[in-house]
């Protein structure tokens, strides 16, 4: 049985039910957060949960939760549906009223809603790396709020699945900023570039984890844009999400990077990654 959060409560699928006014539905006004689940245990949970309360202040919503009770709610979520490797996928709308643009009465709660999912971590790719295509970024200007806003993302991504591809390299004419739900990182000659924490990018968990492990690698980070003829050009190619982890990229539109395998500082930072989580289970 599957146990599901909402409007208060744990209760089980079937009986959810999320009304027909819900914003989120209509505006897709609301945040979100992905957390990882390794071994039954969350990880950087506090770290998510402080980026749905920065995610929700930026768009003037207030949750109607404490942090810890957030924290409680993914717990007990785990522990309900027996999460080994997996994730938690928790979501918050500015509540249920008649559909009208502006803010509904300050009366109108928002609504949380939260599962948690087994989720497998991506091996495969992780080993083998993946293709990528360049698509125009034309999202909005708050790249840096998780808003339940994802049309841009969606597009994106579906332009990037239909070339065969797993992800989209986005860039604002030719200057790279992030994929569509992750993070892009390019190396070369052994300095690791990627996009700085602007409103043009989403500021991942997963990149602020890599940021830190290249620096107790010693590994030069430079926070800088860098175009998308520069990425064709670098020795490795990374992108980074809770769920992708540190995955290798190795093609961008066709035309491999470096040696069109995943690279050496790319497998340093994938060891690292892996041996900073605490509770890391190999092979799961
Ligand atoms: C969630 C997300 C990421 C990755 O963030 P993580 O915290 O590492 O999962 C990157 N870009 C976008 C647009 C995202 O929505």
Known sequence: ????????QFTKREELTISIDDRG??????????????????????????RLFQSAAKIKMTIPYA???????ARELVKANNILTGHIYLQITRG??????QFPDPSVQ?????????????????????????????????????SLNLLGNVLAKQEAYEA??????LHREGVVTEGSASNMFGIKNGTVYTHPATNL???????QVVLGLCKDLCIPVVEQSFTLDEACEMDEFILTSTTSEVTPVISIDGRPIGSGVPGIITKKLQEAFALQIPSFIAGE
Request: aromatic fraction near 10%; proline fraction near 5%; hydrophobic fraction near 40%.
């Open 1 to 8: 049985m599957t146990v599901y959060f909402s409007d208060g």
């Open 67 to 73: 942090d810890v009770q957030i924290m409680e709610i």
């Open 110 to 146: 928002p609504v949380v809603t939260a599962y948690a999912v087994n989720n497998p971590r991506p091996l495969e790719g992780m080993e083998n790396g993946v293709p990528v295509k360049s698509v125009e970024d034309v999202r909005w200007l708050r790249c840096d709020i998780k």
């Open 164 to 169: 065969g591809c797993v992800e989209a390299l």
């Open 201 to 207: 990018i989403l500021n991942g968990i997963t990149r």
């Open 96 to 101: 249920s009223a008649p559909r009208l643009h």
């Open 25 to 50: 539905y209509y505006f897709g006004d609301g945040v979100y957060e992905v957390i990882k689940v390794y071994g039954g245990e969350l990880y950087t949970a506090k770290e998510h949960i402080d």
